[in-house]
Structure formats: structure tokens, C-alpha cells
């Protein structure tokens, strides 16, 4: 089936399951207002997510600093691709307090690549991290950061802010790594994972489905996560932001995402978030904790268990 008619298809109709609510109500909008009158980035904006109404709605949002134009040009992704502006040292404090009048219990921070950068952006991400905790001493903070090339002494900046997660999205398959994340490399991104679990963090990453990728190949994706320590993984539909951007091969349906997540589990991973909506940032407040998720799935196992004795 051609790119085309793939397209068309998805402008027609796209199944139930993915249908989301439109954001409204007053949380929402005092959410909106803190953004704006901060000036602050989101990628909850910027990445066009489904959640966002959701996730506004109770009062949570996923900072994006370093501005908001990328020097990688991703063939999913629908934030801005350039030369960025001039780094803003003023941010970390800017994305602090929007926390603290936000009062958020948990905050997720992220970023665009600055590969022009020497140090990658990590001294605004230390300082930024810093700042938070300095202004909010009781929240929890996941920081989803770029790859940083590997290079461990900008990644290590990251391991001595020592937030409570560390996020970095291998996003694909290996073999759609070329074409999905054009400047990217597949064991670069496992690289990275592996220093920050040496760093003693607990770490997180996300797969986007629906790019072309076969079963056997998302299977050895969380093989190779499993075996580089990650704790998390996120597993969601990918959607088409543009019609510039990589078409959707397929929709995958609600009853294979519950199957990756039992797999998931099988291979020993803490914590696996799997559904057509989930998001990198999706419920992150609750895989701060070591072993929630393995633990409701192991009382879900139970309980079937015990409904067919």
C-alpha cells in the first residue's frame, strides 16, 4: 500500500481506540496561562501529544527546555528543525518556579538536541534540575534527555544532578532507526541508557509503533533495553503529525500492546507502559516507584489465576 493512499485512509477514520478528549475545563487553563505567561516551552504542545488535555487537566505538563527548534531532524517528530536560538541561562529558574506555582506533585523535563553545543545543552539541563529541586524539595522529577552522542562527561552531569528518572527514547526498531531518527544510531541511544545505569540511575525508555516494524523486531528491542538495564519502557501508537513526517504503516490494535507488555514483564523489565495512547510521559509519576508496575502485574496474574481455579 503506497504513502499515499495510507494518507487517505487515515483522514477518513482512525480506529475508536484512539479517540481522545479535547482539552477543556479550569485546570486546563490555568495550566495554559502559567505556560504562557512564562514562556515557556512544552512538548505537550510542540509534539502535538493526544494526552495533553488529560495530563493539563490535572494540573501536570512536560517542560521542554533549550528552546523549542532541534538541530536533528526526525521524520516523526512535529517540533521545529534549525539553527535554535542563543541558550537562555535564565530558563532553569523560569521552569522552576512554573513548578512551584503549578504545585505539581511530579514534573517531567525534556528537551531538544543542541548537537551545535559543546556540552550537548547538559549544563543547562544540570542547572535546570538544580533549580527544581532547590524551589520544590518534595517533587519528583523524570528528566527525558537526548543522547548526548554517548558522551560520557555530558552524560555524567546528568547522573550528578541525579533526578529520580532518567528518560531516553530509542523510539524504534534498529532496522527503521535510519529512516526514523535520521541522525541517530540504535547503540549509540543503548549506550547512553547503559552509562546512566552505571551512574546509578533508574532509567526509562519509549518504542513508537506502527512505523513498519515486525513483531519478532519489537520483542529484540526490549531484549536489547532488558539487557542494558533499562527500568521503564513506554510503548505507544505513532501518529502522523504532518503530512511531511513518516506515514502510519498500521494501527496496532489495543490486544498486541497487552501483549508486548506481558512480554515485557517476562523479560524482567520493572515497569512497562503499553497501549495505542501512551506516551513517553504518560503516568510518569508512577514509574518513580520500583516495582509498581511489576507488582500490579503480578497481582493481575493472581487474580486470573484464581478466577480459573
Given at each position: 500500500m503506497s504513502a499515499t493512499i495510507v494518507n487517505e485512509e487515515q483522514k477518513i477514520k482512525k480506529p475508536d481506540w484512539l479517540r481522545v478528549k479535547l482539552p477543556i475545563g479550569e485546570e486546563y487553563k490555568h495550566v495554559r496561562n502559567l505556560v504562557d505567561t512564562h514562556k515557556l516551552h512544552t512538548i505537550c504542545e510542540s509534539g502535538n501529544c493526544p494526552?495533553?488535555?488529560?495530563?493539563?487537566?490535572?494540573?501536570?505538563?512536560?517542560?521542554?527546555?533549550?528552546g523549542n527548534i532541534c538541530t536533528r531532524s526526525?521524520?516523526?517528530?512535529?517540533?521545529?528543525?534549525g539553527r535554535p536560538d542563543a541558550v537562555d541561562w535564565d530558563e532553569p529558574q523560569r521552569v522552576a518556579e512554573a513548578i512551584h506555582l503549578m504545585k505539581v506533585k511530579h514534573a517531567v523535563i525534556t528537551s531538544v538536541d543542541r548537537d551545535e553545543l559543546k556540552d550537548g545543552g547538559s549544563i543547562i539541563w544540570y542547572n535546570t534540575i538544580k533549580a527544581v529541586y532547590a524551589l520544590n524539595p518534595t517533587t519528583t522529577l523524570e528528566t527525558l534527555i537526548p543522547d548526548f552522542k554517548a558522551e560520557k562527561h555530558n552524560i555524567?552531569?546528568?547522573?550528578?544532578?541525579?533526578?529520580?528518572?532518567v528518560?531516553?527514547?530509542?523510539?524504534?526498531?534498529?532496522?527503521?532507526?535510519?529512516?526514523?531518527?535520521?541522525?541517530?544510531?540504535?547503540?549509540?541511544?543503548?549506550?547512553?541508557?547503559?552509562?546512566?545505569?552505571e551512574g546509578g540511575m533508574r532509567t526509562k525508555s519509549g518504542i513508537m509503533l506502527g512505523l513498519g516494524e515486525t513483531k519478532e523486531e519489537v520483542i529484540q528491542t526490549l531484549k536489547d533495553l532488558?539487557?542494558?538495564?533499562?527500568?521503564?519502557?513506554?510503548?505507544?501508537?505513532?501518529?502522523?503529525?504532518?503530512?511531511k513526517h513518516l506515514p502510519v504503516d498500521r494501527f496496532i490494535h489495543p490486544d498486541e500492546f497487552a501483549e508486548y507488555r506481558e512480554i515485557g514483564y517476562s523479560l524482567g523489565l520493572d515497569y512497562v507502559e503499553s497501549g495505542p495512547l501512551v506516551r513517553s510521559s504518560y503516568h510518569s509519576?508512577?514509574?518513580?516507584?520500583?516495582?509498581?508496575?511489576?507488582?500490579?502485574?503480578?497481582?493481575?496474574?493472581?487474580?486470573?489465576?484464581a478466577n480459573n481455579v
Open positions: 494526552n495533553m488535555g488529560e495530563c493539563w487537566g490535572a494540573g501536570t505538563a512536560t517542560f521542554m527546555i533549550l526526525c521524520g516523526f517528530c512535529a517540533v521545529a528543525t555524567q552531569r546528568i547522573i550528578d544532578a541525579a533526578p529520580d528518572v528518560s531516553h527514547n530509542i523510539e524504534t526498531t534498529e532496522r527503521l532507526t535510519k529512516q526514523v531518527r535520521i541522525q541517530a544510531k540504535y547503540w549509540q541511544s543503548m549506550e547512553t541508557l547503559k552509562i546512566l545505569k532488558n539487557n542494558s538495564g533499562v527500568d521503564v519502557v513506554t510503548i505507544g501508537q505513532y501518529l502522523q503529525p504532518t503530512k509519576e508512577k514509574h518513580v516507584i520500583k516495582n509498581w508496575g511489576r507488582n500490579k502485574w503480578l497481582e493481575e496474574k493472581q487474580a486470573a489465576t
